[in-house]
């Protein structure tokens, strides 16, 4: 402990202080959970603090309410003669200024908003007991609470009642508690170094949300494009209005199938769209035969600024797509003011298009990252190239290329900058699906080629084109392998004003695995440190309104107009099921100080109705331990040898069954089992998924089989308990509470009926092990598709 001196008029005091010092990461075992009285986490004051000194560098004080505790502790004292003063004023400070402590809810006792709270802060024994003993005359100043009044003539029962429940945050002896003094302020961090965050829930009852956007036009709105083809409007305050702000699902190709990768990818606002009302749109569309991607412009009604006016729609570019997957998705317009397109390879496995493949061809705009001029379109053409594009004078080259070598970006972003110096500001970040091995981060420039197919994260794919000298590529930021996560989601460098502790830190994640990652650059180095982010464990995120878990899909990230950092996720991977959610991204261990992050968004005139938030998810609270580490070894230098054999070609991937997920364990510190469908494995034969509830549960829903490379329905109308116990044990579920027939779920007309009269005991492995008509032989329709209901309690079986 050491003495700082508090300055009275005329009079010197000495007080107890811890030093407070703070960095943006601390790596220590997680045991703290500092909060203000408002039930928010402490800041570091904008302006010294006169008063409250120990708390100066950090705490839940300002300094306007620094002075009206300086101002009460005046009016106190002003009752006592120069002996009461030196003898008091040093225990009345001390009482005074916990409220500015970081621990001030719990040294009050207002961790639960809905208890009331201490009017004298929570003593130490033999603290209180020199209190009462020396200025008990104080106490009826300090507090005119009833119950305070009936204690304060006997020390006893005085004593007891300022007495803490939880001994470790009594005053003073917290400020020599190492435990919750060391390190605070900074993103705490568990034994194994992943950070720990806290989520908040922003929106939910989502169709597979895969862009959040503002228009950055001053109003602080949000628009969020479900992958069926509609995008919703919401208000600052979360509300979402009623009528869609555009639905082009009619023409939009997806399915409902999970994993499916067609549909509406990528939405973004011109930089200038408050005054020419302008926005462009990324979708799949079929064309007779074809499927294409298209970019379109449309403009938001005159009449209605939360409405498009779906009439001028002005397709800008077309690209055919070879096969349904490696879409790409993302447009954004960066500092340059031009268009930015990230297409995909074209799809199927291995880019095995052409000698070299989509994205080494710069004759191709697939596996690119196409850069164009939208700016005064209104006559002429619809786009014009950027004079300095890399390749407009290379011949054969298309000119819209900015980059190539890319196989399918999923998520970039722009970095905002740093707020003060500006550092960084301009660079697009983008995260590259991998194929067999290594997912990866990049940093896009102008000209670069991203290796693909020759590399694959760090490491060759294609051994000839690898050995290329004339390859010339630029190499990830990061790169992890497939033991961490198999299709990568990329994120933003948070710029946001809100959490100072993590700006510059690149947040991103992984579809398959539910991993939440960070990055941070060193300026001096140029280096990139790695840390996993978790759901703050125990008491991290027990604040009002955060949430400690997530749904398992990470999709995409956003940012809003302040600069705030978003993710969306779903529970099922599927356009059409309502289980996907925003979150907000949030730092338990400080706040920016009050009033800094303080904006007026402009007035938004409603044409629609409104339909208010309501929260679904909730706060667990438990410690989730560690998942066990692999009993194999990770032998990098193996893997890395194996990536420079023969490249052994990917079978493209069909939709991934529900029998590589675990059911709905959407909660937990490392959410497993999330999957894209361009980097998931084959499934078996006999693989099984349920689809086709309308609510989205995943332990009920039509059962969809795979066999043969193809997934198919299973048709019967003697369908039993026993068939369906084989179905729900495969999902992982303990028993069959209802074998549904009759197309309880609805038709799967899209798909084969691969199995009929299926008859099983009920032990068998797969619905392939029981007997039945024969592969694609059957007598029925599509009208009685079979279902089950599975569950992991016998109850209604």
């Known amino acids: 402990i050491y003495l700082s001196v508090l300055l009275f008029p005329g009079r010197l005091w000495l007080l107890p202080m811890t030093v407070w010092y703070f960095a943006a990461v ?9 909060q203000c009285l408002d039930f928010k986490p402490p800041f570091r004051p904008q302006r010294e603090l006169d008063f409250c000194v120990m708390y100066r560098e950090f705490g839940c004080c300002d300094f306007q309410k620094d002075q009206e505790l300086m101002r009460k502790f005046y009016q106190i004292m002003d009752h006592f003669d120069d002996y009461g003063y030196e003898r008091c004023a040093g225990f009345v400070s001390d009482l005074l200024c916990q409220e500015c402590s970081p621990y001030a809810a719990h040294l009050f006792d207002a961790e639960d908003p809905s208890t009331p709270v201490r009017t004298i802060p929570g003593l130490c024994p033999d603290y209180c007991s020199q209190l009462w003993m020396k200025c008990s005359s104080t106490i009826p100043y300090l507090s005119d609470h009833p119950n305070i009044a009936e204690v304060k003539d006997d020390q006893t029962r005085f004593c007891q009642y300022l007495q803490l429940d939880d001994m470790d945050y009594c005053y003073p002896h917290l400020l020599s508690n190492q435990k919750l003094t060391n390190n605070l302020g900074r993103v705490q961090s568990d034994s194994d170094g992943c950070l720990q965050l806290c989520l908040e829930e922003v929106a939910n009852g989502l169709r597979n949300p895969l862009a959040m956007v503002h228009a950055n036009d001053g109003t602080h709105r949000f628009f969020v494009a479900e992958q069926v083809g509609v995008v919703w409007t919401y208000l600052p305050d979360r509300s979402k209005l009623e009528r869609p702000f555009l639905n082009i699902s009619k023409a939009v190709l997806t399915s409902s199938w999970e994993g499916d990768e067609r549909g509406f990818l990528g939405l973004t606002f011109h930089p200038k769209h408050k005054y020419n009302r302008k926005l462009y749109v990324y979708y799949s569309v079929e ?58 390879d074209g799809g199927m496995a291995g880019d095995p298009f052409g000698k070299f493949g989509n994205s080494q061809n710069k004759s191709a705009l697939l596996g690119k990252v196409l850069r164009i001029d939208v700016d005064d379109n209104e006559r002429g053409p619809l786009y014009r190239i950027p004079p300095d594009n890399p390749f407009i004078h290379e011949r054969g080259a ?39 091995k290594y997912e990866e981060i990049d940093i896009i420039e102008k000209g670069r080629n991203y290796g693909w197919r020759a590399k694959e994260g760090f490491s060759c794919y294609d051994k000839k084109l690898c050995a290329n000298s004339s390859l010339d590529d630029v190499l990830p930021i990061y790169a992890y392998p497939h033991k961490m ?18 700006n510059g830190m690149y947040i991103f994640g992984d579809f398959m695995s539910g991993r939440l990652m960070s990055l941070r650059e060193d300026f001096r180095t140029g280096r990139w440190t790695y840390n996993d982010i978790c759901m703050g464990t125990g008491v991290t995120c027990s604040f009002p309104g955060l ?36 979150y907000k991204v949030v730092d338990p261990s400080r706040r920016a100080p009050p009033g800094q992050c303080h904006y007026e968004p402009l007035p938004v005139r409603v044409k629609s109705n409104l339909i208010q938030f ?10 989730n331990e560690p998942e066990p580490e692999p009993t194999e070894p990770y032998d990098w230098l193996q893997e890395l040898i194996d990536s420079l054999g023969e490249v052994e070609p990917e079978p493209t991937p069909p939709l991934p069954t529900t029998t590589t997920t675990k059911p709905p364990k959407r909660k937990g510190r ?21 689809v086709g509830d309308e609510q989205g549960r995943s332990n009920q829903g039509r059962v969809e089989i795979y066999i ?23 999902l992982g579920f303990r028993y069959a509470l209802k074998a549904a027939r009759n197309s309880e779920f609805g038709e799967g007309k899209d798909l084969r009926i691969l199995l009929d009269d299926v008859q099983c005991e009920g032990t068998e492995s797969t619905l392939l092990d029981c007997k039945h008509a024969g592969v694609g032989l059957h007598n029925c329709a599509h009208y009685e598709d079979a279902g089950v209901i599975c569950g992991n309690s016998d109850a209604g079986v």
Request: aromatic share 10%; proline share 5%; hydrophobic share 30%.
């Open 485 to 502: 996560g198999k299709s990568v989601t990329g994120g933003y460098v948070y710029r946001g004003c809100e959490y100072p502790n993590l």
């Open 614 to 623: 309501i929260p679904q998810e909730t706060f667990i609270g438990t410690r």
């Open 708 to 730: 043969n490379g193809e997934w198919g329905t299973v048709c019967d109308d003697l369908w039993t308990t026993k068939n369906a116990a084989v179905v729900c044990r495969q």
């Open 287 to 344: 064309v007779g035969l074809d499927e294409r991607i298209r970019i379109s412009e449309f403009h938001v009604s005159a009449n209605d600024m939360n409405v498009v006016d779906h009439a001028s729609e002005r397709v800008i570019l077309e690209i055919d797509e070879p096969a349904s997957n490696h879409n790409g998705g993302q447009l954004l317009f960066a500092d340059d003011g031009y268009l930015y397109i990230f297409t995909g």
């Open 398 to 436: 298309r000119p819209e290329v900015y980059a190539y070598g890319v196989r399918n970006m999923w998520r970039c972003s722009v970095d905002q900058g740093d707020p003060v110096t500006k550092e960084g500001k301009g660079r697009i970040f983008c995260g590259d699906v991998g194929q067999n």
């Open 26 to 34: 601390w790596i220590a075992p997680v045991t703290l959970h500092p």
């Open 547 to 582: 949430i400690d878990n997530y749904h398992q899909y990470i999709i995409s990230f956003a940012e809003d107009e302040a600069g705030e950092l978003y993710f969306m996720s779903t529970g099922i991977p599927s356009a059409t099921s309502p289980s996907g959610v925003i």
């Open 670 to 690: 490392r959410k497993k089992s999330r999957s894209r469908a361009q980097s998931a494995s084959e499934p078996q034969n006999g693989g099984v998924r349920l």
